[in-house]
């Protein structure tokens, strides 16, 4: 089967999403391509920050995420924690039905003229205008694009889920503490769950890579390195069901291959993990998603509007003014983006490389002066505003 799709979307995660619903209120009809069989919602919350918020509000579901959740307390800056699930079926509830295919792994692109070939595992063809990649940080769009296979940032994380079906006495809040080699943390999702994390170089003596698959001894790696910490945070941990406890490795891309590299070419661009995979330190990985999509649409869609009424329909490919008009606006988003995701990746891992450093003179240094900066360079980071979705016009 072939089709035809002005802007197609590679991946229904929250950076697709939140691009697709964008797009829609410019009227700009999307298909999101999701290789799952539903909605991708592993993954327990998100700690979303003011960045998020605007981008949010700027699709307007901010509003409705805000009823099922808790602001942090103290502070300026807008900060709740989020379950993913909540905020993608959010976000895909608003979409118009039949704008995600689901179990559609594309395999290839191809270019042909003005449009590019998408194809899909199951034989079907697409063709369309805009490729969208957010795929993840092993993405089939940035492929295509030649950006190099993310890296490994010398360090893993172990995440966790605890319940307490009677409710805990934590307040909203973050809470951090290092020593062991480890960097230990969580946060309250709600008053009945916690959120908890463990990031650990991979030097670390006592760390084996055949734990990575066995929560049970993932468990007791985490255990083994806390025992100095409060009994009661402690008790997050040995409170875990082995189920909800994972590990994984992280990941980033080189910040210059942001700036020397292709993040968009001919119609055809990346967005969340599959454009700046980083480390988890500054707590953007989905904030800068939402970002992506608002500014991505925002670009595309002001390049839309600024063709003559008349001149949109369905002309043929070589004079089609949607082919420039889309052309210029993924031009746009990607220099718009380029900075402030190279920005965003290397003060992760420069944050990352201070709080899990265990020389000593580091360590004192992050101690007495760097904890300061390390919270000033957070919040700078989150302070960032999207923009509105400016629409003067729509078209169904």
């Avoid at 806390?226 to 009661?232: A, D, K, L, M, T």
């Amino acid at each position: 089967m072939d089709i035809e799709q002005d802007i197609v979307i590679v991946g229904a995660g929250i950076s697709g999403l939140t691009a697709s619903l964008a797009l829609h209120s410019y009227g700009l009809r999307s298909l999101v391509l999701e290789s799952s069989e539903c909605l991708r919602t592993t993954g327990y919350a998100l700690t979303l920050w003011p960045n998020a918020w605007r981008a949010l509000d700027a699709v307007g579901v901010g509003d409705h995420l805000r009823q099922n959740s808790v602001p942090f307390r103290g502070g300026k800056h807008e900060c709740r924690r989020v379950r993913r699930k909540g905020l993608l079926e959010a976000l895909e509830k608003e979409l118009p039905q039949g704008t995600i295919w689901y179990s559609s792994k594309v395999v290839s692109i191809e270019e042909s003229g003005h449009s590019k070939l998408v194809q899909l595992a199951d034989g079907c063809v697409i063709r369309t205008k805009v490729v969208i990649g957010c795929d993840g940080v092993n993405s089939v769009v940035a492929k295509w694009l030649g950006l190099p296979t993310p890296i490994s940032a010398g360090r893993s994380s172990i995440r966790g889920f605890a319940e307490y079906p009677a409710g805990h006495f934590f307040k909203p809040n973050f809470y951090i503490y290092f020593g062991g080699g480890v960097r230990f943390g969580f946060v309250p999702c709600d008053d009945k769950s916690i959120n908890w994390f463990c990031n650990f170089n991979l030097s670390n003596a006592t760390w084996h890579q055949n734990m990575s698959e066995e929560p049970v001894k993932l468990k007791a790696f985490v255990l083994s390195k806390i025992v100095n910490i409060p009994r009661e945070v402690s008790d997050i941990v040995q409170r875990t069901e082995v189920g909800s406890i994972s590990c994984a490795e992280l990941k980033m891309r080189l910040p210059w291959d942001i700036l020397l590299r292709d993040i968009a070419k001919s119609s055809i661009c990346v967005a969340g993990d599959a454009l700046h995979p980083m480390t988890p330190d500054l707590g953007q990985g989905g904030c800068s998603a939402l970002e992506d999509g608002v500014i991505l649409a925002r670009c595309i869609g002001e390049s839309f509007l600024k063709i003559p009424r008349k001149d949109v329909g369905d002309g043929k490919e070589d004079v089609d003014p949607k082919v420039v008009a889309f052309k210029k606006g993924v031009e746009n988003y990607a220099k718009e983006r380029r900075w402030r995701s190279f920005s965003l990746i290397a003060a992760a891992y420069a944050i990352g490389f201070v709080q899990a450093s265990e020389n000593k003179f580091i360590c004192f240094l992050r101690e007495k002066f760097l904890s300061m900066l390390t919270v000033a360079a957070v919040l700078k980071m989150a302070d960032f505003d999207c923009g509105n979705l400016d629409i003067y016009r729509q078209f169904s």
